[in-house]
């Protein structure tokens, strides 16, 4: 598959994810070393958020010690994260830029988790596609130290 740019490919393993259930995350960018070219992105990696390796397990010395520092914190009840859980998936998409036309050169779409095509509401949530015209506005209102809010 072939695409003009690589937002538009970027954007085409998007909708994929969001129809599939899974998010998805840029995950490597290879850029140019010529002077004349200024650093351009030439190869772009897309991979599913839940890449990578899973944390070590803490040994049962580890988790005990613990355990006493926290009984002697005494805190109030356990904050809610949006951490996702690193399973070590290997859904992956690479595209590169072949005489300015961006080609696919490395697609798997195998899963080693369950996928949620029902949850729109988990679906891009870092994701958020602005125009330039709404970002210059963002900085321009905290430049003046006016919050976005109002």
Not at 18 to 44: C, E, P, W, Y
Not at 97 to 110: G, H, M, N, S, V
Request: aromatic letters at 6%.
């Amino acid at each position: 598959m072939q695409f003009k740019t690589k937002d538009q490919a970027h954007h085409f393993f998007n909708l994929y994810g969001f129809i599939a259930g899974f998010q998805t995350v840029v995950a490597h960018v290879a850029r140019t070393t010529s002077k004349k070219r200024n650093n351009d992105i030439t190869k772009l990696t897309i991979k599913c958020h839940r890449y990578g390796k899973p944390p070590k397990k803490k040994t049962t010395e580890q988790q005990e010690a613990e355990v006493d520092k926290d009984i002697r914190k005494k805190k109030g009840p356990k904050r809610l994260t949006n951490v996702a859980n690193k399973i070590d998936c290997q859904c992956v998409m690479v595209v590169k830029e072949e005489d300015d036309i961006w080609k696919i050169i490395r697609l798997d779409l195998d899963h080693n988790h369950e996928l949620c095509p029902g949850q729109s509401n988990q679906q891009f949530s870092g994701h958020k596609y602005m125009t330039e015209m709404e970002k210059a506005l963002i900085r321009t209102l905290n430049d003046n130290n006016i919050p976005t809010r109002k």
